[in-house]
């Protein structure tokens, strides 16, 4: 089945130690987004990439960045983990155009959730 | 700016009776997409329901449908029959019909409980 892979699901890290969550999908989606969701809250979106093309949300800390070296693959960095980053973090894709009538409709994955000692 | 609001934090019915969960928006455009997303325990979000806002049908997904009001910004979602498995967060979510723009703009989610 086609889907969203996200790895590891648990991830622990220390306090200012560089962290690198990944993602992968077998939609062959040309858009890939990166959520980052703390406890009874709905997603936040950090940034997402159409294409090849990134696209940075204003109020994303400059500690979170990405690269996307392919279609099927997506990385989140986290250069310098601060507790306040605890969460879980959610990838997701969809298929983008520039139509009138494209829903681009994201399909998430699983979920990393990211642990701050 | 759009906003979307789920009034109802948690709400429970009993198993195959019927629940409908609220939510309403605020945009001032005239195209655009909706969506409820199921968040269960294992934290994966999975797309429940879509409606485009151009179709004036309602769209149904099995025992899920919504009723969607445009004129008054309305997207609630129906369950018939519920199931110990629809026990999760629902997310109604809003996205602007535009290539350039796709963030989802997400409500605050609605807990829903099913009792045995």
């Known amino acids: 089945d086609a889907m969203v892979i996200q790895n590891p699901r648990y991830q622990v890290t220390q306090f200012g130690k560089p962290v690198t969550l990944s993602c992968s999908q077998t939609l062959n989606h040309n858009v890939m987004y990166w959520y980052q969701q703390k406890s009874s809250q709905a997603p936040k979106l950090l940034f997402h990439y159409y294409d090849k093309d990134f696209n940075n949300e204003a109020d994303t800390p400059d500690n979170f960045q990405s690269r996307r070296p392919n279609t099927s693959f997506c990385f989140l960095d986290i250069r310098s983990p601060g507790l306040g980053d605890a969460a879980m973090y959610l990838c997701?894709?969809?298929?983008?155009?520039?139509?009138?009538?494209?829903?681009?409709?994201?399909?998430f994955g699983p979920g990393t959730r990211l642990l701050v000692l | 700016a759009q906003t979307v609001t789920q009034s109802q934090p948690e709400m429970s019915v009993q198993e195959a009776e019927t629940v409908t969960l609220s939510c309403t928006y605020d945009t001032s455009e005239s195209d655009y997409y909706l969506f409820w997303y199921k968040q269960p325990p294992s934290r994966q979000m999975i797309l429940v329901i879509r409606q485009e806002a151009y179709k004036q049908q309602n769209a149904t997904e099995n025992r899920f449908s919504v009723n969607f009001q445009k004129a008054a910004k309305s997207f609630s979602l129906k369950i018939s029959d519920s199931q110990l498995g629809d026990a999760a967060m629902y997310f109604c979510?809003?996205?602007?019909?535009?290539?350039?723009?796709?963030?989802?703009?997400f409500g605050s989610g609605t807990q829903l409980t099913v009792l045995p």
């Open positions: 979510a809003y996205r602007f019909s535009s290539g350039s723009a796709r963030q989802l703009t």
């Open positions: 997701a894709t969809s298929r983008g155009g520039n139509l009138a009538g494209v829903s681009e409709t994201q399909y």
